[in-house]
């Protein structure tokens, strides 16, 4: 597949509106999307690159550096195909959270994202982050009764994507992280890509691999 960018950090030149945020940091041809909340709630704040800076993050990247999504980990890990962003990039004040309407206005932003990695894994954060994955990119329904405990690290068949919710790492339990790193590395050891060759329709013998 042709790199979109080589740029790691913001590859898709991004400006929201305000006056810090912390853009999305990885592989722009990634086959997994981490996706999270806001930076006030998973970290970047300072680094600039999310799920950084946390105890929750310092986590999560431990079991991304376990199962291969992560070469190394820290303030500007190394990514091995993945891609890391948040549902809502801009910094909220502190101890602040967005309201519905700034959701929805970054909206666009994140969207735009999601499709033009076209990730084959998408792993979201928390429980915003899962519920929005669930309602946009699933025929699965959101319901009150919808617990992210029982949703951590299994697998849900999407419209076109593969996905495996997280739980809010600053809140794992103490087999929560090597439940995870099993489920990644059982996925992995599948064939999780959803791929056709149409290299046979077309001249000569390489294979064209389209999602």
Not at 69 to 87: F, I, K, M, Q, W
Not at 160 to 185: F, Q, R
Request: glycine fraction near 8%.
């Amino acid at each position: 597949m042709r790199n979109v960018t080589d740029r790691t950090s913001n590859p898709f030149d991004f400006h929201p509106p305000c006056e810090r945020f912390v853009p999305g940091y990885g592989d722009a041809n990634a086959d997994f999307h981490v996706i999270g909340d806001h930076p006030g709630i998973h970290g970047g704040v300072d680094t600039g690159v999310p799920f950084t800076e946390t105890p929750g993050a310092e986590a999560l990247q431990s079991v991304l550096q376990a199962t291969g999504l992560l070469e190394t980990t820290g303030d500007r890990p190394t990514v091995n195909a993945t891609y890391l962003s948040y549902l809502h990039l801009c910094v909220p004040p502190a101890d602040g959270q967005p309201t519905d309407r700034e959701y929805t206005e970054l909206e666009p932003f994140f969207d735009a994202e999601l499709r033009a990695i076209a990730a084959h894994v998408l792993l979201p954060v928390g429980e915003r982050a899962t519920r929005h994955v669930f309602e946009t990119c699933t025929a699965r329904p959101w319901t009150p009764a919808t617990k992210m405990a029982d949703l951590h690290a299994t697998e849900i068949r999407g419209s076109g994507w593969l996905v495996v919710p997280i739980a809010e790492p600053a809140d794992w339990g103490p087999d929560d992280g090597d439940a995870l790193e099993t489920a990644l590395d059982r996925l992995q050891a599948t064939d999780f890509r959803r791929e056709s060759d149409l290299g046979r329709f077309i001249a000569g013998s390489d294979p064209y691999y389209v999602r």
